[in-house]
């Protein structure tokens, strides 16, 4: 006969009843289906990825709770920047990983590029707090670890989670470098477990705030109860070491919160509380309310899953980087749109609008949705350097937060100081449509600085700032017809009455004005609409004073050939050569308001009109014989076809495909430099060709082999070519798919 002692079976009935406590829990929440609880979606998920590795034990224990699974996205690349997503369960669940939002969340993230981790960890059953954060910590290390064998990106590693997970994922978030939370789950000791962002989704971040700030505390603490092994009442103090918020300091990444209104299961004041403690804390947050939400049901739509892979976008790129473009789309590690170039400091500076993926919706219609500007700049417009986010929705004094309205912008330097104008929608009982800020700095860079107040007496879109040989500053801006005024003194209001600029000009005015000079003449350049149901072309007037009277003399850019429907623009000289900066959707071919910036020359006739620009793949940046060449963006084709290299990852690029004989591409102006290259190198796939390549007058005959997948050919040549030469690849038999060409 067994005897048991009294403590055990009071252990085994609390074990009962908090298994209780969770099933009902559990039930509760079947009225709100859809969420992360283990169990309650379809098991037959499309999950959006292009290989699986499962059931890999990242503790070296072979438990099941020290499992996990990797999902790779099916864009391509050659690493993936890592979302840890974490089930929900109340931490009642050691083993959820392969149910819980992958057809919500999961796909979301693997769809934006992000590998995803999904890892099982300790519930309350198996172990007491902070086993559950020492899993999650030692899932990131390992992670780290194993970055090279999984593609994965360490630059960039976010955890996620839903309800319990939401709480561990923002756990991990603010408690980088706690010791007591670290554990050694795994070993990978000589990693970090510090993240870069984290998402929180309906997560009870702060249990001692369970109660939303009243005074007695009602809450049913039974799942925090199981999960510290002791109860609440009595020990609050020692129940603080479970909460996100007890750990907030500013060395914090970014956590971006999601939590539903209708919330039955966690309090939706648990999403604000954190926020506002974030924010206090100077860490950058965003707070997405979600009427009507639930813990789980209502919250998992387009808008709410893209505004968390928009979050954690956004961070990823918010420092910027250097990238090499001489080719059209220019700007190739984001969208852009609007650009407006301008040489500060003997360099080229390019202002645009920044697009991202819409949560934005117009008359049921997605729209644009901007909520940052980034600052490029170049020296010879190939090799170009993102300065990173210098302006943001959630910093601008007068604007609404969440708008993401931040539309064309322009710059101008006055006394050694950068003026960055911008319009924005402004907060509620800050006026209607569209305001004008402008915020200030000492480099074109930045940092910047915005203002209190939006630019008096201006009110609209699209400011162009114009500085005049004399030093007068003009801003222009689009609202009811377009707008011109000198800028006081001050730079935040307007001296004198707007002047109506384009009253003689056909109707078809549309936005964005940009104002140059050159010579003695004055141009006022704007999208135009010229024929009924037609999309932007870029047309221009003439005058001899800034503002006008201006002579309307017509198009010098067609509608876009790809049916972009806006289109907006610059003028810039530099070097002795001038530039058209415009955009086209070249990175987004079914949605035109995720548009990318190119850049082509520009001609003026004797009398000063414009020459027509045609848009143009080569662009204007130069190259070096041993870059990689990609011909897909030729300066001539014949019968070639051009088709992205990744379906869904479009900022993969491009491919050319050669099926017929003589198809054929050059591409102009590659410099050899002084010394010939020994070898031909090619990134391609195919049944197998014959291709001419040649360099000049000078041609080489190559075989490419039969191959499935990409693959780098290295073939030796010894063409006699130095200095600038256009390069033609030609079919001469077979078929094949080239990436690039490159001369060493
Ligand atoms: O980028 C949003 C708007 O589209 C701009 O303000 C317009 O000029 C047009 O490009």
Known sequence: MTTYRSETIL??????????????????????????????????????????????????????????????????????????????????????????????????LLDAGYAVVCPNHRSSQDAKFPAQIQDIKGVIRWVRANAEKYQFDPTFIATSGFSSGGHLASLAATSGGVQELEGDVGGNLQYSSRVHAAAD???????????????????????????MGFSFVGNEERFKALNATNYIDPSDPPVVIFHGTADNVVPPCQGPHFYELLDKAGIRTELYMVEGGGHGFNMYDEKNLRSMTNFFDKVRFEKGGSFITGTNPIITNQFSADPSAHVFEGKIYLFPSHDIKTVNFQ?????????????????DLTHWTDHGNIVDQKDVPWGNPTANSMWAPDCVEKNGKYYFYFPNAPQRGRGFGFGIGVAVADKPYGPYKIEENTVQGTGGIDPCVFKDNDGTIYIIWSGMGLRGAKLADNMTEIEGPAVRLDETFPKGQTEGPFMFRRGDKYYLTYPWVRLDGGTETLCYAMSDSP???????????????????????????????????????????EFDKNRSVRVDKVYFREDGTIIPVIPTWRGVGYFKASDELNIDRYSECVGAKVDYLDKYNYFAGWKTIFTQTYDRVRFNEVDFGAKAPSKIVMRAKGKGASLRVSVGNLGKSIILPACDDWTVLEIPTTMKVTGMQDITVELIDGSCEVDWISFR
């Open 11 to 108: 252990l085994m009935m609390k074990k009962i009843l908090l298994l209780i406590a969770g099933l009902a829990g559990a039930i509760s929440l079947q009225a709100q289906p859809a969420g992360g609880f283990g169990g309650f979606q379809m098991p037959k998920i499309d999950v959006h990825s292009s290989a699986e590795f499962k059931d890999i034990d990242y503790a070296g224990d072979d438990q099941v709770y020290h499992k996990l699974d990797v999902y790779l996205p099916r864009m391509q690349k050659d690493f993936y920047p890592v979302v840890i997503h974490i089930y929900g369960s109340a931490w009642y669940s050691n083993n959820s990983k392969g149910v819980a939002d992958l057809g919500t969340i999961v796909n979301a």
């Open 201 to 227: 989704w309906s997560g009870p971040v702060d249990l001692n705030y369970m109660s939303c700030g009243g005074t007695t505390d009602t809450w049913n603490h039974a799942p925090e109860e199981a999960v």
């Open 363 to 379: 008359r049921g219609e997605p729209w644009f949705c901007m909520s940052d500007y980034h600052v490029y700049s170049s020296e």
């Open 547 to 589: 503002l006008g009277p201006y002579e309307f003399k017509g198009v010098f850019m067609d509608e876009s050939p790809v049916g972009c429907w806006t289109n907006h623009h610059s003028f810039v000289e530099y070097k002795g050569e001038w530039y058209l900066f415009y955009h086209h959707n070249d990175f987004s071919p």
